[in-house]
């Protein structure tokens, strides 16, 4: 781009960039989760899922916020056009995730055993704790060049390493999951974690590889030769390279302890729904498979609208701190009220067919009834899911990294308690843990929005929130009762339900105003440069 200062239009066009990349990944994502729990049942998927856990607490550990900081250093430099600086942050955040990457690698794998015996009391899950340590420094490394390209604002590559990397992890997943199923649940879990490390190291090429192609015509600040001969690389800037990393960690460290505080909760999370469901008297391979389904399933489901409000939130980062670094706040209340609004529009059409149509999306999908149930102790909640990462973003993007660390503590903390009061007190089994995700969303979300109304003086516009979702739960329910395909053979009715109340939801959007026809010129302009 010409000017450092992202315009509406590049903003719009490098989030649905992202939003795209994003969709195909989730699109490809999709296809074990199809085909796993037929193919090696809901034991083995449980086991998997009690693991993934452990594989984000240490890979937030390894971070510790860097991506973040990143990101915002170096659009503030881009800004400036300060390329040596957006070099030698580069270089020092790859540094800092090798190292932390290979350190914490080395430690979960060796001390795999000792997890499996007292985190999951489950002694066959040791293989599957190895292969999370063998997934942690690509993932790593990877993120450093993600935050790069996302700091300069050029969301290409980060979007195409998304979707290579995945169709990898699901090719991987589904070849090793064939293999190894015969084997027992525990090295099929483990296939499918090994799968991740795979994804990633070729979704790793695609990222060096726009550096490597760049590295004559200059296209991009990081073109110029990495290590320099000594002769044109003065003493001093070696020392402006670690000179660098205050104030790099300065940004990272409330970043880095929000993560692992929220991540934290997230992996003590099986470990206490173990111990919680063993008072009661549940057969641990029940609870395998009932947190499988919740987890694995019935989760994965409420997650799928964040492909489009995640690239919301990593576009939102630099855009917020451009703002912030010359105090435009109308800038920055523009630009979060923009990514509600796209938020509500696209995600509550989702929300409304997952409370709707439930029942038929957990058999045809997955075959597996129980995920209906969990689908409706959470998806009520999920809009609020969903602006709760635009709404951090911003409030990063200020740098008040500081907040979200407290506001994550708190949610984090009602989850682990409510698991707690609810599974071994009540009735609810499960939905007990699906009851204490419901409070940790209201928790952690309320938290954001009070605070950025104090900072901002802003107000949440939730009229456009509520008429969105009230649009579509209309168009749902008017498809469900007239057109009540939801359960034939194959899914076929089931997408013919959801493209028609796709169909309808956008046109009640048109005709509510909800969405302009400026909008639909601003998607398609972006679609054209793309």
């Known amino acids: 781009m010409g ?32 085909v796993l729990p037929r193919l090696v049942g809901m034991e083995a998927l449980g086991l998997y899922q009690m693991t993934y856990p452990l594989l984000i607490f240490v890979i937030t550990l390894a971070r510790f916020g860097l991506p973040v900081a990143l990101t915002k250093r170096i659009a503030e430099a881009s800004r400036q056009g300060d390329t040596g600086t957006i070099r030698r942050l580069f270089l020092l955040g790859l540094l800092l995730a090798i190292i932390s990457g290979a350190i914490l690698s080395l430690v979960i794998f060796l001390s795999a055993p000792l997890i499996a015996r007292y985190y999951l009391h489950h002694p066959e899950a040791t293989l599957t704790i190895q292969m999370v340590g063998v997934s942690i420094l690509p993932i790593s490394i990877a993120s450093t060049f993600r935050a790069y390209y996302q700091g300069l604002s050029e969301m290409r590559p980060p979007a195409l390493s998304s979707v290579m990397e995945t169709i990898m992890r699901t090719v991987t997943t589904l070849v090793l999951a064939r293999l190894l199923a015969p084997l027992g649940m525990g090295k099929a879990a483990a296939g499918m974690m090994l799968a991740i490390s795979i994804g990633e190291w070729f979704g790793l090429l695609w990222l060096i590889y726009p550096l490597w192609k760049d590295n004559r015509n200059q296209k991009i600040p990081l073109a110029q030769p990495l290590i320099p001969p000594p002769t044109s690389q003065p003493k001093h800037d070696r020392t402006s390279l670690f000179s660098l990393f205050p104030s790099l960690w300065r940004m990272a460290y409330p970043v880095g302890l929000t993560g692992i505080v929220g991540t934290l909760a997230y992996a003590l999370e099986p470990s206490l729904v173990v111990w919680c469901f063993e008072t009661t008297g549940m057969h641990k391979s029940d609870v395998l498979s009932a947190y499988g389904a919740l987890n ?145 969303i209201v928790l952690t979300t309320f938290l954001h929005i009070d605070r950025l109304k104090r900072v901002l003086k802003w107000r949440i516009p939730w009229e456009g929130q509520l008429l969105s979702l009230m649009s579509a739960l209309v168009a749902a329910l008017l498809i469900y009762v007239l057109f009540p395909l939801g359960e034939s053979p194959q899914g076929v009715g089931l997408i013919v339900d959801f493209s028609l109340m796709l169909l309808l939801t956008a046109l009640i959007y048109r005709f509510s105003g909800l969405i302009t026809a400026r909008d639909m010129r601003r998607i398609i302009q972006t679609f054209r440069r793309r």
């Open 3 to 34: 000017k450092r200062v992202m315009t509406m239009q590049s903003f719009f066009a490098g989030t649905i960039t992202l939003i795209v990349a994003g969709l195909l990944s989730r699109i490809f994502g999709a296809i074990p989760k199809f």
């Open 296 to 440: 694995g399933l019935a989760m994965f489901l409420i997650w799928f609208p964040t492909t489009f409000t995640y690239p919301l939130a990593v576009s939102l980062i630099p855009a917020v701190s451009r703002a912030s670094v010359v105090h435009d706040q109308k800038l920055i209340i523009r630009r979060l009220n923009q990514s509600l609004r796209f938020i509500a529009a696209i995600s509550m059409p989702l929300v409304a067919f997952m409370i709707i149509f439930r029942k038929p999306l957990a058999l045809v999908l997955f075959g597996e009834k129980s995920v209906a149930d969990y689908l409706l102790w959470i998806a009520p909640f999920a809009p609020l899911l969903y602006v709760q990462g635009p709404l951090g973003a911003a409030l990063q993007g200020m740098s008040l990294q500081r907040i979200t660390f407290f506001h994550t503590l708190v949610g984090s903390t009602g989850r682990l308690l409510a698991i707690a009061l609810f599974v071994p007190l009540t009735t609810l089994g499960m939905n007990g843990v699906a009851l204490a995700v419901d409070i940790s």
